[in-house]
């Protein structure tokens, strides 16, 4: 995932269905004020379907 300068990378496992969705905690990236527009690509080749994305939660960070 990339937001202006910004990059945050996981690892996506298969769910063994395109039917089966799987939520996953990508981690946290600290956005800059304004619109942003976000990219979210493979890291490397693809073969075959990538993912069946369903959507992408943003939310504020909480203070520890």
């Known amino acids: 995932l990339e937001a202006g300068d910004k ?3 996981t690892q996506v496992e298969a ?3 395109k039917d089966r969705y799987q939520e996953i ?3 946290q990236i600290d956005l800059a004020a ?3 527009q976000i990219v ?3 890291h490397g ?3 075959g ?3 069946q994305l369903g959507g992408v939660l943003l ?3 909480t203070a520890d």
Do not use: D, I
């Open 15 to 17: 769910t063994g269905s």
């Open 7 to 9: 990059s945050l990378t």
């Open 45 to 47: 080749k693809v073969e």
């Open 34 to 36: 304004g619109a942003q």
């Open 59 to 61: 939310k504020p960070a």
């Open 25 to 27: 905690r990508a981690g």
């Open 40 to 42: 979210l690509r493979s």
């Open 49 to 51: 379907n990538l993912m």
